[in-house]
């Protein structure tokens, strides 16, 4: 499985951006975006399964939403109301779960929240 990110940018404070992510190969489960500041740890900034399962970060809760396009086996990541502390590298996850669980991470994709 191969994972394809695409439109991270430099937004203002308020604005919006809108990430996609394509996964060719393999169908997968569970698909998702993390972020990662310098120094800090990978953290989970919303999920959905294949079965519609949706997960948020608190801190984003309200602002963003995930969706997924299971036929096109692409999640998408509408962001809102950003704030200057949205601003790091955006990955998308892709996880195939079964006995063994599969997992995959897209390039990553810059967003700068800054006025």
């Known amino acids: 499985v191969q994972l394809q990110a695409s439109g991270g940018g430099l937004v203002q404070p308020g604005g919006s951006l809108r990430l996609s992510c394509a996964a060719s190969?393999?169908?997968?489960?569970?698909m998702g975006w993390y972020r990662q500041t310098p120094g800090d740890q990978r953290e989970l900034v919303a999920s959905?399964?294949?079965?519609?399962?949706?997960r948020y970060a608190d801190s984003v809760k309200g602002r963003f939403t995930i969706s997924r396009d299971n036929a096109k086996n692409t999640v998408y990541l509408q962001m809102n109301s950003l704030k200057v502390e949205d601003t790091a590298v955006y990955y998308c996850n892709a996880k195939q779960v079964g006995i063994v669980v599969y997992e995959y991470w897209g390039q990553g994709t810059k967003v700068t929240v800054s006025s």
């Open positions: 959905v399964t294949s079965g519609g399962t949706i």
């Open positions: 190969g393999n169908r997968v489960n569970f």
